[in-house]
């Protein structure tokens, strides 16, 4: 069975105000002692996992902001990939780009190192929403990243998206979309926001300075996102996830899909073996652990079938086309309805989920209620 690799980029230009994700500011000779970390800790993985682990179907570079490395580093970390790993020919190979740390040499490298597919932070079109989120880096930016990606030959790019923001109106969600949408991505992840303790819109918010966007607000603005896509032939197949005919982003379904995954750098996440394990967040820490040949392993969890049942239960349900019962018959013996059969009844009653020959999913009412679908299966 063939594994997807994330590999965790911790650096940022500047940190935006909502985010809690872990980086650090960028600095050439950490970047550089990073990348050769990384070349440590695949060797080391490498060497304990059996050769059908070692088949790679997805690669994504996350972070962070994975395009402020440069281009010769792009290439070496893929290139440490396959010297490694057996990266397979269809591999699906992304790269999160933030449209102001971005170069036409740079994508132009990429795409010889084997990216197929960029993720691009694009957030929001008004200048004023940008700001707010403290983006470093304009729409013009967007749209100028968009045009040297594809001069460059990479067609399959993904725009990331957030509503729900403080001072944003209907109207600018709508502009934002439509500006979007006239760069013809071939998919569009679009997230709520969440004031995430800890970061400055948090403090924000918790000093009544920024007022946080109106539930009933974000909930139309949801509807829109799902009604303009669907009329612009995206399929909706995931809560946030939007995509044309067939360019789903295959690293995200295997999370989805509750499939194995390695993560590589620091704070980066893996679930392989039935066991989910992080590194340390700290990428001082992490090249350290590195440079005395050691993983940086923080925390092991060991899943039992349990846990890992229920995983797969709603980490499906996220997936518009639902959980897979015969797939989830095949993989467990058994049926989701022998395990959770009370809590299917009941949100079935409530009309929340809907129970099909081979799927169980959510309904168009439990869409925007998924979370609390998802606690009746922990
Ligand atoms: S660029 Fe991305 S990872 Fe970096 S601070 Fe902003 S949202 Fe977070």
């Known amino acids: 069975m063939s594994i997807g690799i994330y590999i965790h980029v911790p650096f940022c230009l500047q940190k935006c105000n909502y985010c809690d994700f872990i980086s650090y500011p960028y600095d050439a ?50 290139e ?25 040499e ?24 940008l700001s707010f989120l403290g983006r470093i880096h304009s729409f013009a930016q967007v749209t100028e990243a968009v045009k040297a990606c594809r001069d460059e030959g990479i067609d399959n790019i993904s725009c990331d998206l957030i509503y729900g923001i403080p001072g944003q109106t209907g109207q600018d969600w709508q502009e934002t979309l439509d500006r979007v949408l006239n760069l013809s991505p071939a998919h569009i992840s679009a997230y709520g926001l969440k004031v995430e303790p800890e970061t400055p819109l948090y403090k924000a918010v918790a000093s009544g300075s920024v007022v946080p966007c109106d539930e009933d607000a974000e909930l139309e603005m949801y509807q829109y996102v799902i ?29 989805w899909l509750n499939e194995e995954y390695l993560g590589l750098g620091p704070a980066a996440h893996s679930m392989l073996d039935r066991h989910r394990f992080s590194n340390v967040k700290c990428v001082a820490s992490y090249i350290k652990k ?42 467990f013996g058994c049926s989701a309805a022998d395990i959770f059969g009370p ?22 009412k439990g869409l925007p209620l998924a979370n609390e679908v998802f606690v009746e299966f922990i």
């Not at 597919?117 to 200048?127: E, K």
């Not at 399929?235 to 999370?255: D, V």
């Open 290 to 331: 590195l440079e005395k040949n050691e993983l940086a392993v923080q925390e092991i969890i060991s899943l039992s079938l349990e846990d890992e049942i229920s995983e797969t239960v709603f980490l499906g349900l996220r997936l518009l086309g639902g959980l897979d019962t015969l797939a989830f018959a095949r993989r």
């Open 80 to 104: 440490n990939c396959r010297r490694y790993f057996r990266i397979r020919d269809d591999a699906e190979i992304t790269v999160e780009c933030n449209p102001g740390t971005v170069t036409r």
């Open 106 to 129: 740079k994508f132009a490298l990429m795409r010889r190192a084997g990216v197929n597919r960029i993720s691009i932070g694009v957030q929001a079109f008004q200048s004023r929403i």
């Open 343 to 364: 809590q299917l009844k009941k949100l079935t009653d409530l009309g929340l989920i809907k129970i099909n020959a081979n799927s169980i999913r959510l309904t168009e």
């Open 227 to 255: 009604s303009i896509l669907a009329a612009r032939g995206f399929k909706h197949y995931e809560i946030s996830n939007f995509a044309l005919p067939g360019m789903e982003a295959r690293h995200n379904l295997i999370y």
């Open 29 to 78: 000779g950490l970047a550089a002692s990073y990348v050769y970390a990384l070349e440590r800790e695949m060797k080391l993985h490498a060497g304990k996992m059996p050769a059908d682990q070692r088949e790679v179907r997805t690669v994504f570079l996350g972070g962070g902001t994975p395009s402020l490395l440069s281009g010769q580093h792009l290439a070496l970390i893929l």
